[in-house]
């Protein structure tokens, strides 16, 4: 089954893009791929430096959790699994509420980011010639890079850990319907009491030269 998923509010946009981000940090680090981490830090940078994220993500956590509150007054309800997860959304809301310092900041101050982001506009901008640094980095035993790149990773552990709270629970929470398109166009009237914040369509492993479009009016 090929498997796909559409966000239909911004924030889930975001979302998505920086759990994209914090996914492309998991491959095996080595000289070859130590360009495209530096770029994955890069790019998370550019998330933290936006001042309405730290707020999108506590009034997200903050509305999940009104969520399970509804939810736990049905009999129907797994009162352990309601339990687990709002344990973990209030766990990320007070780490989110309590940090000392906006999401990121130590990571300014590492030199070879600020040299690599001078350079990202360029073609080629990351060459060994461009920034002499990354190639001292490249020829240094890659446990020691490793390392320096885990801590930096630990210094954003709240939005990472935020992030996948709120899309667990968003992919958890998400209902299921078999349809089938008609001359490949398939239309769903949504309820807009009942905003919805990410759509997941999944093929049939028969439609593999085909995949969705969302469009929305």
């Not at 990571?107 to 980011?113: A, G, R, T, V």
């Amino acid at each position: 089954m090929a498997h796909y998923e559409f966000p239909l509010q911004e924030r889930t946009r975001n979302l998505l893009r920086l759990e994209s981000v914090f996914t492309s940090l998991d491959g095996e680090l080595s000289p070859k791929t130590l360009r495209s981490h530096l770029r994955a830090f890069l790019e998370l940078l550019d998330f933290c430096q936006r001042p309405e994220l730290r707020l999108d993500l506590i009034l997200e956590l903050e509305r999940l959790l009104q969520a399970l509150k509804g939810w736990a007054q049905s009999p129907e309800s797994d009162a352990t699994a309601l339990s687990l997860w709002q344990d973990d959304c209030r766990r990320q809301l007070q780490q989110l509420r309590e940090l000392p310092r906006p999401l990121g900041e130590s990571l300014l101050h590492q030199e070879i980011l600020q040299l690599a982001r001078g350079r990202l506009a360029v073609a080629g901008g990351f060459a060994d010639s461009d920034i002499p640094l990354l190639a001292l980095w490249q020829q240094q035993a890659p446990a020691r890079t490793a390392e320096r790149l885990q801590r930096w990773r630990a210094e954003l552990v709240v939005l990472e850990r935020s992030v996948a709270t709120i899309l667990s629970f968003l992919r958890a929470s998400q209902s299921w319907s078999l349809e089938r398109s008609r001359d490949g166009r398939f239309v769903l009237s949504l309820n807009p009491r009942q905003p919805v914040a990410l759509a997941t369509v999944m093929l049939g492993d028969d439609q593999d030269e085909a995949y969705p479009k969302l469009n929305t009016v």
